[in-house]
């Protein structure tokens, strides 16, 4: 039984991977529609089908907002970057509003 879980295990992973690819393809063949495939020749389009083909499990790749394709190492510390500045922001904005509504001052 022992086995069974864990083949199972092993080719759900698998599943995912390759459904993954599936769906960075359609993401990336979506925006570049959506942008009337401006900036977009064909080989760049074959180039970048293929980096997101035979990206391995170690060097996974992912789609950005443009529809460039990235390593996902490099899109995880963008969106930290992105998750950072929205706090500060809404830090920001709550300091705001205690010191304009509720008259309290916000020391740092």
Do not use: H, M
Request: hydrophobic share 40%; glycine share 8%.
């Amino acid at each position: 039984v022992g086995d069974l879980e864990t083949a199972v295990g092993d080719i759900e992973k698998e599943r995912d991977f390759y459904f993954g690819k599936l769906r960075s393809i359609e993401l990336f063949l979506q925006i570049k529609q959506d942008q009337n495939w401006e900036g977009c020749d064909r080989e760049d389009l074959v180039e970048n089908l293929f980096k997101v083909l035979y990206a391995t499990v170690d060097e996974n790749v992912i789609v950005d907002d443009e529809g460039n394709i990235v390593p996902a190492e490099l899109a995880a510390e963008e969106e930290e970057y992105e998750e950072e500045d929205l706090l500060e922001g809404a830090l920001e904005g709550a300091d705001d509003f205690l010191a304009t509504e509720l008259g309290v001052e916000v020391v740092e």
